[in-house]
């Protein structure tokens, strides 16, 4: 299945829609709203909204994720493309991000004109789905999650310099726990420096875990899955699946 088709079921099913659509690529144009607080560009819904508006969050490439919340819209769900870092009036680096930071963006959600009182849903991608399945874990607001490769850690930011680890995100100005990156097994393969890492995970303990269980609302989780084998590497299989938390 197609990354399009998958956006728009698991968008429709978090939605509670039942009707199944083909996911297009339209006309929807981003509207030249100014917001205050923080840096978005929002895309209208294309026909009919449905009652589901949708926040998208990019990755570690950082700026504006304006193409899939351009596809979002062109198929009914207003579509909001939130940076967060790497633009003008944002941080420069993914490092200590406010999570206070994503408070404006999801009260503004919640009063669009499209969708007012509607259900939001955040999309992610990467460090992106690590935000999205964070946000979710602290947000009631939240209706649901679609994660894209996502971890089942918070980890170390992407700062200028490596020197002194500190955490991607920050609440009230502390770091949250965080699972640094260990270089020492970056140059070997990646099957074997992800179970390696499997085991570094468990050294920083429960406080660096998204914690799953205060999730409130669904999750549709998008993922690789890489056999532990080191003689399986190619050995590479999609899993999409939906958790009702």
Not at 98 to 123: C, Q
Not at 190 to 201: G, I, M, P
């Amino acid at each position: 299945m197609s990354v399009k088709k998958i956006i728009c079921h698991a968008l429709l099913g978090l939605a509670g829609i039942g009707t199944i659509v083909t996911m297009t690529s339209c006309s929807s144009s981003r509207s030249l709203e100014a917001f205050s607080g923080f840096e978005a560009e929002f895309y209208p819904p294309v026909g009919t909204p449905k009652n589901v508006t949708v926040l998208v969050l990019g990755g570690s490439d950082g700026g504006f994720p304006s193409r899939r919340a351009k596809l979002i819209a062109d198929n009914g769900f207003p579509g909001l493309a939130l940076a967060y870092f790497k633009t003008p009036n944002t941080p420069e680096y993914l490092d200590m991000i406010p999570l206070e930071y994503f408070d404006g963006p999801i009260e503004w959600l919640k009063n669009n004109a499209y969708t007012p009182g509607g259900k939001i849903v955040v999309i992610g991608e990467s460090k992106g789905a690590e935000l999205a399945l964070l946000l979710a874990s602290r947000k009631p607001e939240i209706s649901g999650v679609v994660a894209f490769v996502p971890g089942a850690y918070v980890f170390q930011g992407i700062p200028k310099d490596y020197k002194s680890p500190r955490s991607s995100w920050s609440y009230k100005g502390e770091q949250l726990p965080f699972v640094p990156y260990d270089f020492r097994i970056f140059h070997q393969s990646f099957n074997v420096s992800f179970c390696k890492a499997r085991y570094f995970f468990h050294h920083y303990g429960y406080e660096a875990r998204l914690l799953f269980k205060h999730l409130e609302c669904k999750v549709r989780l998008l993922f690789k899955h890489f056999g532990c084998d080191q003689n399986t590497t190619n050995q590479q299989k999609q899993h999409d699946c939906q958790w009702n938390f």
